[in-house]
């Protein structure tokens, strides 16, 4: 529908995603805190985003009240893009419930003019630029100016909801064949 939608070009008309979103980071509670962990607060990080996620609805560990108190963690809210921004730079997938992450995401928060589906598509299908704007000598990383000040194309907001639709539908057909493989 769209393409690949490469994204090196970085064209002047398309739209910086700070003006369509949100990006929100995390951080890790101290881990010599038990208090800290262990709890019923769902708390992720990049390794647990697997190459072909869509949307993660849980997480591996989880933080307390406490934990989330003691350092700066916005709240992912859900239907939020994930992006790893370093370990490595460039796995995507949605949030599918209200969770905190550790300080490897800039995650998007996408405003009215922006479908999450579409800007993951996006994302996904360009991990090698992603990488390439990676800055630091022990390992590279994406700081949240650098994913702010990235264009992407934005097309009506109704094309992008029938792209959504689309990638939807064939998301479906690709479980209910992987399903039929396992009977």
Known sequence: ???????????????????IGKVLTGSTPKTNIGTYWNGDIKWI????????????TDTERKITVEGKASCSLDLIKQGTVLLSS????????????????????????CSPQL?????????????????????????????????????????????QKQFSDFVKQVDKSKFILKHDKLQ
């Open 1 to 19: 529908m769209f393409g690949l939608l490469d994204l090196s070009p970085q064209l002047i008309e398309w739209k910086e995603i700070k003006s």
């Open 45 to 56: 990080a990049p390794a647990e985003i697997s190459s072909d996620a869509f949307y993660v």
């Open 86 to 109: 370093r370990a490595p730079i460039g796995k995507v997938a949605i949030a599918g419930t209200d969770m905190y992450c550790n300080q490897g995401f800039k995650n998007i928060e």
């Open 115 to 159: 479908n999450n589906i579409f800007l993951y598509f996006i994302l996904k299908n360009n991990s090698e630029y992603l990488n390439s704007l990676g800055r630091g000598a022990t390992f590279k990383e994406i700081s949240r100016g650098i994913v702010e000040s990235i264009r992407i194309p934005v097309p009506p907001i109704e094309l």
